[in-house]
């Protein structure tokens, strides 16, 4: 039997160069050997405030770019969380199973939260369970994200076992993390030490998948780079951001960091920085034409969300049943 891929993203903006490289590209390659589930989680999205007509479109968009970026509808299933209430239903039990201790310790919380975590939402606390509940309730034998969510992976893990320890059942699948080492971590073009983030304020740290050639070219071109070293290396420590760069190269190119560094070794950092944005507008430039072409079909994407969330819904309620019976709902 083939093994179980859960993954997802939240739409809560445009998706960038990070999430590209670190989560979907990544999908792509495994959707040939894997079962693959890929969800828009839109119930995580909530857990900061969003405008209702930007949720809708960038719902419908995540779903574009996923196509575009090459997972074929086909073959895997592609919905909104929210389409499929046993997310929510699973997330309630595995909440009853959960310490709060376990989840004062997630560093997303504590980021997000900020100072004031009286005055943080319940569902930001919570936000890890949910997820636990999204890769649980599929049996997910894989989920393949980047490197900020492994916190988050190691406590659905450790929700599995405990549930499945405290019930003498096997019934929860304990999920191993995908985390792919070369870009596992994209960060910041304004600064090498903070993460790509689509929340960042100044745009000019993100490659967005929807920016055109000219502003990628320009965001690569105002790229913080040291001055104070002759040629390109690698050394994340002394050269956060020019490493950052070989990073991303070597991503686009499908080569390993020290084939980059070797084949840019003599060059100087203008040369080095237009030859990275040659790379990401020849890889991205189909995918954000791509999803340009579907966003002008909603009906076609909305029936894929539809027929996604049917599949998920009808494997989600199967597993979900055996978990009830173990816990002693009555279930008709
Ligand atoms: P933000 O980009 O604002 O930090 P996020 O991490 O919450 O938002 P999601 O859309 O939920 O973004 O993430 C989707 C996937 O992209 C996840 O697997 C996440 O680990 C991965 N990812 C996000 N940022 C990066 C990054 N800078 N480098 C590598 N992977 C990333
Ligand atoms: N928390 C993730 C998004 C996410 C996810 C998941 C990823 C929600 N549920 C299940 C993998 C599996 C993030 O990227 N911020």
Known sequence: ????????????????????????????ALQEEYD?????????????TQNADELRHNTREIAATYIAAGIDPKKNIIY???MVKQHAELAWILGCNTPMGWLSRMTQFKDKAGKNRDNAMLGL???????????LLFNTSHVPVGEDQKQ????????????????????????EPLIKQ???RVMSLRDGTEKMSKSAESDLSRINLSDDAETIAKKFKKAKADMEFDGIFYDKEKRPEISNLLTIYAALADISIRQAATQFAKSGNGDFKQSVADLA????????????????????????????????AE??????????????????
């Open 152 to 175: 988050h992976l190691e406590l659905a893990r450790e929700i599995a076992t405990s549930f499945n320890h405290h019930y003498k059942t096997e019934a929860f699948v304990v999920p």
């Open 182 to 184: 070369e870009a596992a």
């Open 36 to 48: 693959c589930i890929f969800c828009i989680v839109d119930m995580h999205a909530i857990t900061i």
């Open 125 to 135: 606390f919570s936000y890890p369970v949910l997820m636990a509940a999204d890769i």
């Open 281 to 312: 507008v020849e890889k991205l430039s189909p995918i954000t034409n791509e999803v340009k072409h579907l966003m002008n079909d909603v009906a076609y994407l909305d029936s894929i969300l539809k027929d996604g969330a049917e599949k998920a």
């Open 315 to 332: 494997k989600a309620e199967k597993n979900l049943k055996t978990i009830k019976d173990i816990i002693g709902f009555v279930y008709f």
């Open 80 to 82: 909104n969380q929210s």
């Open 1 to 28: 039997m083939k093994g179980q891929i859960f993954s997802g993203a939240q739409p809560t903006g445009n998706l960038h160069l990070g999430n590209y490289l670190g989560a979907i590209k990544q999908w792509v």
